[in-house]
């Protein structure tokens, strides 16, 4: 069964900094995607970026990057020039492709608090 | 324009009482799914159904009942609710075969 690890329960980061939240994840699977989705207090869960696992360029969004590492099986993501309203929670996804059911399995979060 | 909503937002209620919550998606997703977030904010899979075809059904109390009316609506039936059922559960879809997930705004249950 596939499992999804971030080590790092809270984090905080100075406004303007950059700040990298770690994931990993265990799957004995070669074709998968990996997504990180923020979750500010207002609840709603929000994508942020998404990698294929058979592409080895690193996906980007703006402020927002990844550095997947396939072989060590880690997906972090950094966030530059942070904002505060980057504060929220961020959990890392694993979804296996081709399974026919598209179920994401989440880790357990990071709390980010972006300081003014 | 919203994609993808719930209702209630908020739900209240005693132990023991029935309730249902709504979602509808207007995407034009095939797939629809519920998850559950409890207090440490950990989010876990309940159901998906795709096409009204139940697709997944995790490790979850048969007092857990999901009903697909067509494909743009997945509601969510819980009877005689307990103390531990109270979290925020989320609706979301996505395209047959996609990847990315959109989610609804979440409905947070209390039971008393």
């Known amino acids: 069964a596939q499992t999804v690890t971030q080590s790092q329960p809270e984090m905080s980061v100075q406004e303007a900094e950059t700040v990298t939240l770690s994931c990993t994840y265990d799957?004995?699977?070669?074709?998968?995607?990996l997504f990180w989705y923020k979750q500010p207090p207002s609840r709603q869960m929000i994508l942020v970026i998404r990698?294929?696992?058979?592409?080895?360029q690193n996906a980007t969004e703006n402020r927002f990057s990844v550095n997947f590492q396939k072989a060590a099986k880690s997906f972090s993501l950094k966030i530059s020039d942070s904002q505060l309203g980057d504060t929220a929670m961020y959990f890392c996804?694993?979804?296996?492709?081709?399974?026919?059911?598209?179920?994401?399995?989440f880790g357990t979060g990071t709390r980010l608090k972006v300081l003014a | 324009d919203t994609a993808v909503s719930q209702t209630p937002k908020y739900l209240v209620t005693q132990m023991g009482n029935d309730k249902s919550i709504k979602c509808e998606q207007n995407?034009?997703?095939?797939?629809m799914y519920w998850y559950k977030q409890d207090s440490k904010k950990f989010l876990k899979i309940m159901f998906s159904?795709?096409?009204?075809?139940?697709?997944i059904n995790e490790t979850v109390p048969n007092r857990f009942s999901p009903k697909s009316p067509d494909k743009a609506h997945l509601n969510l039936h819980i009877n005689s609710l307990e103390l531990g059922d109270s979290a925020v559960y989320f609706c979301?879809?996505?395209?047959?075969?996609?990847?990315?997930?959109?989610f609804g705004p979440g409905t947070r249950l209390t039971v008393l």
């Open positions: 979301a879809s996505s395209r047959n075969r996609g990847n990315e997930q959109f």
């Open positions: 799957t004995s699977e070669n074709n998968y995607y």
């Open positions: 990698q294929e696992a058979y592409k080895q």
């Open positions: 996804a694993f979804m296996k492709a081709n399974s026919g059911t598209y179920k994401y399995i």
């Open positions: 995407l034009g997703h095939d797939t």
């Open positions: 159904y795709n096409n009204k075809e139940l697709i």
